[in-house]
DNA sequence: ATGAAAGCGCTAACAG
DNA sequence: CTGTTAGCGCTTTCAT
């Protein structure tokens, strides 16, 4: 591993020259004939500076703690967390995730990514809820991902539900859908409402009328496929907006057992959780998939802009990448995820 | 942050002693009545080592390296990732985990886990393949997780297939099947193999004939449901061992078409690849669960052992969390994955 | 049995 | 503009 020293040493100069050159701290402090001469041996020694030195004089180290609460259990988490790596890659940092499933002490977690020296924390949950934030992480930069502070004071980026659901329901309307069901979710959760008002505004947006009727809010399991049923048989849809696949495969099984086939007799579009009908029914259903890459993208993205104390369309970008998201503030309106920045926030 | 100065000054002793005490290498060097004063006010203050600084001195960082290649796309590598976690967590040592789908570029991805100084890494593929490892890694210890070294000299962690279908299989059996197909996959996969024979065996163990006319191969989409609904008709099976659970989601499709119903007319065990089926379908179908995590925790503790330079069965467990899967050498034959040792590995 | 001192690779004052 | 110096927190000889 070639060290600061020995390139100070080839090229003839000191150290801090050498650092000052390699931080990107040179102009006007050192001459560009020797800055040059500097990078020079560097690429030629193949120089990779020193992270851990690095940090034990700066105190920050550019790692990233990702905080997940089901890894292991949702296939969410995955593009979050590449989502998030991606942007950090990018801006010169590194992602550490753990997961606080699998019987993991959330508290221990987050002890450990402070002694490796994590410089601010995501902390993601794996659908919109209001959420405690640890009060381990409130003397850390934090950004929410697919969560809410309860306290309103955390910012957070979450999935734009009321577009995703405006969106999905206009695709049914425009593929010649007469009676459009939105089978939804009984549970409270901050998706539900935002669901539920952009499927209506997208049916009142095009001249038709919300009809109680072919609403339903179905629970998670069993007798949620009869609620289903029953839709099916009392209102005959032939489009549905399905809150998740779960909620798809309901509408799946009651088709085939009244001999319709989706995609000929009945349209339908789920929000897709699992990747399952994704692989499998193409191009049978039409899928939204939630924009968790986008949340992970973007929540490091500003957790970074709070880390470095610079606003958000001020970062800049390192050039030499493929193409990602580009980088302007605010987040691009057709990305279905939204900032928000709360009350903590600098600026 | 507590520095080991700190304790030092505290106690009247120096860094040194301190640095002993704290790394459990005072047998016989310090003074007991001194060392447990200095362990006590360190717990007192809080200690927590700074791993940075101690890599900076002895070239180790605990940090190993997870190489994913589909954390995205796939709810498997969630629970590898647990796994692995789980056993780094258990043994002092942090995960870094990478994904080299969403565009990065692998070996950009290396080099800076490299950079942060992992002590070695895991490569892990999200189906058992025949694999390449990196010629960047081969001078680090690595452990493939669910993948098969092209040369035979890396060692890897894979599911046991044949018990897998084994079990899934005498489960039929047992449920009273009398006519149990195997709907299985057509792409030359190295689990495939393992899973029709332990198909077989099952069958043959309990005195029956395999019957080649109930065993299926159908690629991964569309026309597959055809295949399926031939097999329906011209054998009429009662039993369904499904490879993974888009082809069970296939025989729900038609069974629901014939009236059937699953979990009484007909059973199906499918090997659950998504969780949408484990959330929503129980208890109709049984799902046999790939040991993604027990892989993903064995991989990690074998190279542990391997960064240590110490037999699997030597390594000490910290008996402070809850309980998990013992440390013995063999991994457990319950546990449905083995560990292969390869060439490479000095014991 | 304990401490003093050097040094890992880097950054940041401060001199010159 | 460039070099000298000190020190981040820790481990590790080497004296005592």
Redesign the pocket.
């Known amino acids: 591993?070639t060290?600061?020293?020995e390139i100070a040493r080839q090229t003839?100069?000191?150290?801090?020259?050498v650092?000052?050159v390699?931080?990107h701290r040179d102009a006007?402090?050192?001459?560009p004939e020797?800055?040059s001469r500097v990078r020079e041996t560097a690429r030629q020694l193949g120089y990779q500076?020193?992270p851990m030195?690095?940090s034990?004089?700066?105190n920050s180290t550019r790692i990233l703690g990702f905080i997940s609460d089901a890894v292991a259990t949702t296939p969410y988490a995955g593009g979050m967390i590449l989502g998030a790596q991606s942007a950090a890659s990018r801006l010169g940092y590194m992602l550490i995730t753990v997961s606080t499933d699998g019987g993991m002490k959330e508290d221990d977690e987050i002890d450990a990514l402070k002694r490796y020296g994590a410089d601010g924390f995501l902390y993601a949950k794996m659908s919109n809820r209001i959420t405690d934030v640890p009060s381990k992480l409130l003397d850390y930069p934090v950004v929410l991902t697919d969560a809410t502070d309860r306290n309103g004071v955390i910012p957070s980026v979450e999935p734009n539900e009321f577009l995703i659901a405006y969106d999905a329901t206009t695709h049914l309307i425009k593929a010649g859908c007469e009676r459009i069901a939105y089978v939804g979710c009984s549970e409270t959760m901050i998706a539900q409402e935002g669901r539920l008002a952009g499927y209506r505004a997208a049916l009142e947006n095009a001249g038709r009328d919300f009809d109680e009727r072919v609403v339903t809010n179905v629970p998670n399991n069993g007798p949620a496929l009869r609620e289903v049923s029953t839709l099916f048989d009392a209102e005959h849809p032939d489009g549905f907006f399905c809150f998740n696949d779960a909620r798809a495969w309901y509408v799946y099984e009651c088709a085939a057992r009244r001999g319709l086939t989706v995609g000929k007799d009945i349209s339908v579009v789920g929000v897709d959780n699992h990747r399952v009908f994704a692989e499998t029914l193409e191009p049978q259903l039409t899928t939204v998939e939630l924009p968790h890459f986008e949340m992970g993208y973007w929540a490091a993205t500003k957790l970074i802009s709070m880390i470095e104390n610079r606003p958000m369309n001020d970062i800049e970008w390192p050039k030499t990448t493929a193409p990602l998201p580009p980088i302007d503030a605010p987040i691009p309106a057709k990305i279905h995820c939204t900032l928000l920045e709360k009350g903590s926030v600098a600026r």
């Open positions: 591993m060290t600061m020293k003839g100069v000191s150290v801090s020259t650092s000052l390699m931080n006007g402090r050192v001459k020797i800055a500076i020193n030195a690095r034990l004089r700066t």
